[in-house]
């Protein structure tokens, strides 16, 4: 297979050709933060915070869908790309109704880490305080849309690896909203297999097991791992 050769942050990286930056970059030991990103799902470049500057083109793209080329010279961290992740995160922050004193996975939340991590401690955004309805239909999870940050990790989880495709994304621009079924209440979708896939591949607390309190939610990402490399390697038991 063809090996394309290239320079990440001054670190010079060798890589099969079709890789992205993203995997180029975790090759290399160099980090790139995301939010949508979930490996051994499909890509889909939602929250843009995995934006990289290359040498000698005119506008930033993201690390997880762009391909990797030979001789490309890749910056990812950048005062420019500093400000912009800074700033995608506190509109994620003022455009949903994130409260972490009250949320189920305060301390285990990967946008709350992503805060920590790009330095905001306040925005410089008015807070839209939307009208987001809760759903508790399904007898063992729930969906509080409050907290959602679109990335559709939950619908890819769910179509990709479940195959049962229960959610989706409707309506457009800031009426979009996370649904399922045909925007039926959860606990009416019967296509639900109440594997819990989607609560383990959700980065916040949107979608948390019923009975959960405050910072009690914890993933098993060992079984979304487990699934991946099994479908790979055709070995169906741990």
Known sequence: MSVRTLTIDGNHIAIEQGATILEAAKQGGIRIPTLCHLPGITEVAACRLCLV????????????VTEVAEEMVVYTNTPKLQEYRRMIVELLF??????????????????????????MDHTRFEYRFPRREI???????????????????????????EGAH?????????????????????????????????VDACPTGAIFRKGSTVSEKQRDRSKLEF????????QWTR
């Open 53 to 64: 500057e290359v040498q000698g083109w005119n506008k930033l793209v993201p690390a997880c």
């Open 94 to 119: 003022a455009e949903g109704n994130h409260v972490c004193a009250v949320c189920v996975a305060n301390g285990n939340c990967e946008l709350q880490d992503l805060a920590i991590e790009v330095g």
């Open 135 to 161: 759903d508790v239909s399904h007898p063992m999870f729930g969906i509080d849309h409050n907290r959602c940050v679109l990335c559709t990790r939950c619908v890819r989880v769910c179509d990709e690896i």
């Open 166 to 198: 229960v959610w989706d994304v409707a309506n457009r621009g800031a009426g979009d909203k996370i649904i399922s079924g045909l925007n039926q209440p959860w606990g009416e979708v019967s296509a639900c297999t109440s594997c819990g896939k989607c």
């Open 227 to 234: 699934l991946i490399n099994a479908r790979t390697e055709h």
